[in-house]
């Protein structure tokens, strides 16, 4: 049997409110499954976090499954045990509805132990017409803190993170593909207008003598419905337009801010780009160019630097003024960063000593405590062996202190696991948006004392806005052909072309006609800008990992299947020739794919 192993193994005692006791919750996010699929369960449900639309896997994958029992397998993945003994359950709805870790829901488990609640407490969860917890109120205020705990943690916050950056660069499968593509061709074979006619004509189809010219198909024209005031250009646009700029350190990114329409771009009388917060690490240069200015974003991470400052979190912010105008045009995209998977030169872990040297503040500061928010979790770190805070007395101890001019919040320590811990705290009631409050924390041993500060400022919690994201944006039998991706990294290859020019972030695909010694080759531009803000758009919405995967094959099967038409168009093959008709030249080939596989996004998004 293989060994499971974790990203992430936690646990953190603390009090809940009203006197009602304290409670332990650990945390396990486990890594993702590499090996083959689970075998097919019979009474396999539905995740209640799915939607109308999203196709789901009829086995059984995810690392979660082998710990939970049958027949409901997948569903209660958040325990709470008294003695040891499960008493009440949470399926993975509240990971996706109350936490917003849509991308963990399959690898997250939870278990709280409440044996360190009051036995009064416990008498009231514990009532004997229960089914599960009384939920009365004592349930509400546990069920308050484990969810505020767990919100607030920067660790499940990194790793949703680092699985929406994999989601973003997904590609798609290519047998997938190549099973819909063959199909696709075949039906077109069997639909598509004949040269001959009858008995003359290879195959199941026939047409009746005498019929002449091709298959007439309609398409019904789909039109958006109102959506209120239409607003008044010119405006500010990103290319490629992502809803969120993923960023890795010491890897720089570029994108094109520019005006629409374009001609607006010589009446612009100003321009400004802010970050906020502000990340001094963060480097944005500009450059003008003629219909617009090209935006290079490089983090650029210091030698020292903590792994536990990640994800850095930052919004940028364009806002320019155009002649003649009286309101300012403003373009907002939300950045993140977020550590390698793997470094070319592994960080080695600092020893740890019997006689500790320092204690500092590891978390990216400044430090936000949300009024009636989650947990503020603020890591440390220190250079004392773990066992040095363990036992009874311990020959550490650490002490917390806070200065605030209302109220002070309730705060928790967890112990120190190598050299790291965390410092939670409770947004309490009373505090108030604007104050600032200043933590001082002591590391206190045999003759020595170690300290540290930091400030945290009070916000008011976000205003709720709805946004909504809007991505840019018959024949004779096959032949044999080759389906090849192509990535950024091949766009500068000499030997290769798109309908005569350079590839680039606005070519979806072409094809090469086939030779002596190669077949049709049909090309695919997994990175072209429309493809990558989609991908963006599908992570902003939150959908299964599944359904992005699947709807990429579906733009990457027609875009292939739509080139393979062009093909046969621009060899006069399968179809009935005017002698008239102009041979589409490259042009014009490149144009129509661009505007086959803009309509597709645009289709899919509707739909």
Request: charged letters at 25%; hydrophobic letters at 35%.
């Amino acid at each position: 049997m293989t060994a499971t192993q974790s990203e992430l193994d936690k646990s953190v005692t603390m009090a809940v409110g009203q006197g009602f006791g304290t409670i332990t919750i650990r945390v396990v996010v486990l890594q993702k499954q590499m090996a083959a699929a689970a075998a097919p369960s019979e009474s396999l449900q539905l995740p209640l976090d799915v939607v109308s639309n999203e196709m789901l896997p009829e086995t059984d994958k995810r690392p979660t499954s082998t710990f939970l029992e049958e027949p409901k397998r997948g569903r209660q993945v958040c325990v709470f045990l008294i003695n040891g003994q499960r008493q009440h359950a949470w399926d993975n709805q509240f990971i996706v509805r109350d936490l917003e870790l849509k991308y963990l829901r399959t690898r997250l488990l939870v278990v709280v132990d409440c044996d360190g609640l009051k036995p009064e407490a416990i008498a009231e969860l514990m009532q004997g017409s229960r089914n599960q917890f009384y939920e009365g109120h004592v349930y509400s205020a546990l069920e308050s803190r484990v969810l505020a705990t767990l919100k607030g943690d920067p660790d499940l916050r990194r790793l949703e993170e680092q699985a929406e950056d994999e989601i973003a660069n997904l590609q798609a499968g290519d047998e997938a593909v190549k099973a819909a593509l063959d199909q696709l061709i075949e039906a077109h074979h069997d639909a598509a207008s004949h040269a001959n006619h009858g008995h003359q004509e290879t195959g199941e189809s026939t047409r009746e003598p005498g019929v002449t010219g091709g298959l007439v198909q309609t398409q019904q024209v789909v039109r958006e419905g109102d959506a209120g005031p239409t607003g008044n250009e010119p405006v500010l646009q990103l290319r490629p337009d992502v809803a969120t700029i993923r960023l890795k350190p010491n890897e720089s990114r570029r994108f094109m801010l520019h005006s629409r329409p374009e001609s607006a771009w010589r009446d612009l009388g100003g321009m400004s780009i802010t970050l906020d917060p502000p990340i001094k690490e963060l480097q944005v240069s500009r450059s003008a160019q003629l219909n617009g200015e090209e935006l290079t974003l490089l983090f650029q991470e210091p030698e020292d630097f903590d792994d536990d400052e990640y994800p850095i979190d930052t919004t940028l912010r364009a806002s320019a003024v155009f002649a003649g105008r009286l309101e300012t045009r403003l373009l907002e995209r939300r950045v993140v960063i977020t550590p390698p998977k793997e470094r070319s030169k592994p960080k080695l872990p600092k020893p740890l000593l019997d006689e500790p040297t320092f204690l500092k503040v590891t978390s990216r500061q400044p430090i936000k405590l949300v009024v009636d928010g989650p947990d503020m979790h603020v890591k440390l770190r220190w250079d004392g062996k773990d066992e040095l805070a363990s036992g009874n007395p311990a020959q550490w101890t650490f002490r917390v202190s806070c200065e605030s001019p209302s109220v002070e919040p309730p705060m928790f320590l967890t112990r120190p696991y190598e050299g790291r811990f965390e410092l939670l705290i409770q947004a309490a009631t009373g505090l108030k948006a604007g104050e600032q409050l200043k933590f001082d924390v002591e590391a206190m041993g045999p003759g020595k004392t170690l300290a540290t500060a930091f400030l945290a400022d009070v916000v008011e919690p976000p205003s709720a806005r709805k946004v909504t994201s809007k991505a840019a944006g018959g024949g004779q039998r096959r032949p044999p052909y080759d389906l090849k991706y192509l990535y950024k990294a091949d766009w500068t290859n000499e030997d290769l072309d798109c309908f005569d020019q350079p590839w680039s972030g606005g070519h979806p695909g072409s094809f090469e006609a086939p030779s002596a010694k190669s077949p049709l080759t049909i090309f695919i531009n997994s990175d072209t800008d429309l493809l990558v803000a989609y991908r963006e758009a599908l992570i902003a919405k939150k959908l299964a990992e599944t359904t992005i995967h699947q709807r990429i094959n579906k733009y990457t099967t027609h875009v292939a299947f739509h080139l393979y038409q062009m093909y046969q168009k621009q060899a006069g093959l399968g179809s009935r020739q005017d002698a008239s008709a102009d041979v589409p030249t490259e042009p014009m080939m490149r144009d129509e794919i661009q505007r086959v596989a803009n309509t597709l996004i645009k289709l899919m998004e509707m739909t």
